[in-house]
């Protein structure tokens, strides 16, 4: 499968401890996209890096996230002292070439958070 | 600043009836428009998108929208459901600002298909 692939597929942690997701994206997509879905409701735009740099951050970052994409290929997620507001389905998406309102987003499965 | 909203949070039809998903934007320019699905435990699919060229657009699996400038609408439509359409549904308007796009999703449409 040379799909988007994030990592794990699942995650329970308790309140206060440091998880951290993996994201691969498709092989050359220079543009990788993070979000996060709540339940019953659509994915919200988190963060996004254009190869190794990140260039936009949402409000919904707080500083306990932190997000990395070293040498423009995988990106990690990192969330420190979890709450159980963290809870929610983790999406990764990548993309190719210049942006334009025509670009098309790959997005992976996700990796669904658990905070009790 | 965009926005949009699926106006129902589930529609139920039977197999072989058509699908109609209602989704109303809000844009201060012209838009990009999406439909996205995600079925369960996979990624969310592009299904098609809308980009100023023809307002009837075609996408994969028999789904089709219609861009409604005059009702700021843009609802997918299918004429046959099929059991396989069952899935989680999302109407999407693309900001395209600082050289990215910023996908904003509706709340989504949960789509049940009955025999």
């Known amino acids: 499968d040379t799909g988007v692939s994030q990592d794990p597929r699942h995650k329970i942690t308790k309140r206060g401890q440091n998880v951290t997701f993996r994201c691969d994206p498709i092989?050359?997509?220079?543009?990788l996209y993070w979000y996060r879905q709540t339940l019953g409701q659509g994915p919200e735009f988190l963060t996004y890096f254009q190869n190794e740099a990140q260039l936009e951050k949402s409000r919904l970052l707080s500083d306990r996230f932190s997000a990395e994409r070293p040498k423009g290929s995988f990106s990690t997620l990192e969330i420190q002292r979890t709450e159980q507001g963290d809870s929610a389905m983790y999406l990764c998406a990548s993309s190719l070439g210049i942006p334009t309102t025509n670009e098309k987003l790959f997005f992976g499965s996700g990796t669904q958070l658990s905070v009790l | 600043a965009q926005s949009v909203t699926q106006l129902d949070s589930h529609v139920s039809v039977s197999e072989g009836t058509p699908v109609l998903l209602r989704c109303n934007y809000s844009?201060?320019?012209?838009?990009?428009l999406f439909w996205y699905v995600q079925h369960p435990n996979k990624g969310l699919q592009l299904l098609l998108k809308?980009?100023?060229?023809?307002?009837l657009v075609k996408g994969i699996n028999g789904f089709e929208a219609e861009f409604k400038k005059s009702e700021t609408s843009f609802h997918l439509t299918k004429p046959s459901a099929h059991m396989s359409d069952a899935a989680e549904y999302f109407c999407?308007?693309?900001?395209?600002?600082?050289?990215?796009?910023?996908?904003?999703f509706g709340a989504g449409t949960r789509l049940a298909v009955h025999p």
């Open positions: 999407v308007v693309s900001r395209f600002s600082g050289g990215y796009n910023k996908l904003i």
């Open positions: 092989s050359e997509h220079n543009r």
């Open positions: 809308y980009t100023s060229a023809a307002t």
């Open positions: 844009s201060s320019y012209s838009p990009s």
